[in-house]
């Protein structure tokens, strides 16, 4: 499911008006539309993978959507897979071979919750 959202990027790649292709390079911070098509496909893999990474983790600490009420529970998961995407967009994008960009994109993400590095 994550590498068909980096096809239907490719695919509708030639469809964007240039004027929409410059905006959004201009406020994602990218210099080339390679390393444009490579942040949304980190992007997307990091996405899906918090979501799904993030109930087994909640399961190895103990807490389980039976054992308390929803209002509890969903602040929880939501807790979990921002963390979980923290963690997993510097590892992707290391891969990916955008470390420097996506440190940064980190930095950016973190003094947004108040942490500074």
């Not at 469809?15 to 539309?33: C, D, S, Y």
């Not at 967009?89 to 590095?117: C, N």
């Amino acid at each position: 499911m994550v590498t068909i959202s980096g096809f239907v990027l490719l695919s509708i790649y030639d469809k964007i008006p240039p004027f929409a292709m410059a905006l959004l390079r201009r406020i994602l911070k990218v210099e080339t539309n390679y390393q444009f098509v490579v942040v949304f496909i980190v992007f997307s893999i990091t996405g899906m993978g918090a979501v799904f990474i993030a109930r087994p983790m909640m399961g190895w600490v103990g807490i389980d959507y039976e054992q308390m009420s929803w209002y509890t529970f969903w602040p929880l998961r939501i807790l979990f897979m921002t963390i979980c995407y923290q963690i997993m967009l510097i590892i992707f994008g290391t891969i990916a071979g955008q470390r420097v960009y996506f440190w940064r994109v980190e930095k950016r993400m973190l003094r947004r919750f108040g942490i500074r590095l």
